[in-house]
């Protein structure tokens, strides 16, 4: 993991067994630094326990801090992520101050420190661990990707911020799926997130000061990382399909896209969503200019899915872009518009607004936030077969994968206080099911030998018996 601060320079074996060191469960308590969801009692800062505090991020590992007491070992970091995804689904409701915001600042900052501690103790490179640590990447992602959405108009969230966090665990799942490579052990979901990763390359990004840069190279690279079998999956012709609509700037096509996609993938086509439509609003006034042609006109019903509005959303941005509405003259009761020369037309940027359909993509299907987040997305038929359309294919050539089962959650445990109530998801809904880890993954890193601090272990190489047993230890 690059974080910019060096941790892959650092190796200690935790020791660990809670959610937090007891240094600085200590240490917080005394100074009054508890967040609102790590108190017993809400209204008292200094006061915690163990089944509610989450160790911060920490900037710089100083050396009198790298002993292992005050790193979690694999299982603590388990339940870390466990306790983390059950505040995901909490309203306020289930505590006073659980606003969406409150709780991506909240999971932002825990996330990083578990992202820190999985490279500091090497739990990315032990085959034993790797498949877990993906999952946890793939969650992580997946919850950033989602709040680029769901948090775009929200007091507080900075969608460039968000965007750097998750570059940086988009590049630590490029270096897991590397390592899995090498070592034997499955990447059951690598093509979902080389997509997201092309896609979001291929069309840009906005940088700090609000301008896209696209990265084509970025995006073909990501595409050459694409094994033989995961070029196997429905996936890889989905990334194909998608850079195709973009490189055509098919406007009409990534609009059926994104509302074929399952959530998360929505949310990635979200990003571009706005620029893809404004891009048709300037093209459409070329094809139907009634300065040439006064009878080249355009009904309005005709128009309005095209650009994903209503019938009057259309007019009225028609109207607004400086063309006038009149009767179809093939049939006056339809309104039509009449595009004067597109020179002549006011183009302004659309405002970055939640979509509805989007969000209900992630809770009205799955039942709970969490549950859109942890488990992979389905993808639907009807996707597929429009992708195979813009392929030049006919329908049904490309086939579903089968989506592995969940399994349920772990009660919390029966310290929590009586303020934290997690028994309902954000829209109501019961807890979501999620898996449960697996007793090869609850193994911790086999004892090493102690190095130097500074100093980086050189991992054995890759052996047949070595890619044998870590693709035997993946198997649930």
């Known amino acids: ?9 650092i190796f200690v074996v935790g020791t660990c067994e809670d959610m937090c060191p007891a240094k600085e469960r200590e240490a917080r308590e005394g100074n009054g630094e508890l967040h609102p969801f790590e108190r017993v009692q ?3 800062p200094k006061l915690t326990s163990p089944d509610l505090i989450i160790k911060r991020t920490v900037r710089n590992y100083e050396q009198e801090n790298q002993i292992p007491t005050n790193f979690r070992t694999f299982g603590a970091l388990d339940k870390t992520m466990r306790h983390l995804r059950r505040i995901m689904d909490w309203t306020t409701t289930d505590h006073p101050r659980a606003e969406p915001i409150v709780i991506y600042e909240f999971l932002w900052d825990r996330y990083r420190e578990v992202r820190k501690e999985i490279v500091t103790q090497r739990f990315n490179t032990n085959p034993v661990n790797l498949p877990q640590v993906m999952a946890w ?7 950033f990707i989602a709040c680029s959405h769901e948090l775009i108009n929200t007091k507080g969230f900075s969608a460039i911020l968000n965007q750097e966090q998750l570059n940086k665990v988009l590049m630590d799942l490029l270096g897991d799926y590397r390592t899995c490579v090498d070592l034997g052990v499955p990447t059951p979901n690598a093509g979902e997130f080389k997509c997201y990763m092309a896609t979001m390359m291929y069309a840009g990004l906005e940088n700090k000061s609000g301008k896209k840069i696209p990265n084509k190279f970025g995006a073909f690279e990501v595409l050459r990382s694409f094994t033989a079998q995961e070029q196997e999956d429905s996936w ?3 990334t194909l399909g998608i850079l195709a609509t973009l490189a055509n700037k098919d406007v009409h096509a990534y609009i059926q896209l994104a509302k074929a996609a399952p959530y998360p993938l929505a949310c990635v086509l979200f990003m571009h969503y706005g620029s893809m439509k404004e891009h048709g609003f300037r093209i459409t006034p070329h094809a139907y200019n009634a300065s040439a042609d006064p009878e080249n006109v355009v009904p309005v019903p005709a128009l309005a899915p095209m650009f994903d509005l209503t019938t009057k959303g259309i007019s009225a941005k028609c109207v607004s872009m400086g063309a006038e509405l009149g009767p179809y003259p093939e049939d006056p009761s339809v309104e039509a518009v009449r595009f004067p020369d597109p020179s ?4 302004s940027s659309l405002k970055k607004q939640v979509q509805p359909w989007i969000s209900n993509k992630g809770s009205a299907k799955t039942g709970n936030p969490s549950a859109a987040i942890v488990n992979p997305p389905t993808l639907s038929p009807a996707l597929l077969d429009l992708v195979a359309r813009i392929q030049g294919k006919p329908p049904g050539t490309l086939n579903v994968r089968p989506q592995p089962p969940s399994q349920p959650h772990q009660p919390l445990p029966s310290t ?3 303020h934290v109530r997690p028994t309902t998801s954000m829209f109501g809904f019961p807890q979501p099911q999620q898996p449960t880890l697996q007793p090869h993954q609850q193994q911790q890193q086999p004892p090493l030998t102690p190095l130097p601090f500074g100093v ?3 991992p054995p190489a890759a052996t047949a018996t070595t890619a044998a047993a870590a693709a035997a230890a993946s198997k649930p």
Do not use: H, K, Q, W
């Open 137 to 143: 990447n793939e969650e992580v992602a997946r919850y």
């Open 416 to 418: 929590t206080p009586s």
């Open 344 to 347: 002549s037309l006011s183009y």
């Open 42 to 44: 809400y209204n008292n």
């Open 1 to 9: 993991m690059d974080d910019g601060i060096g941790d892959a320079d």
């Open 456 to 458: 980086s272990p050189t």
């Open 236 to 238: 890889f012709p989905i």
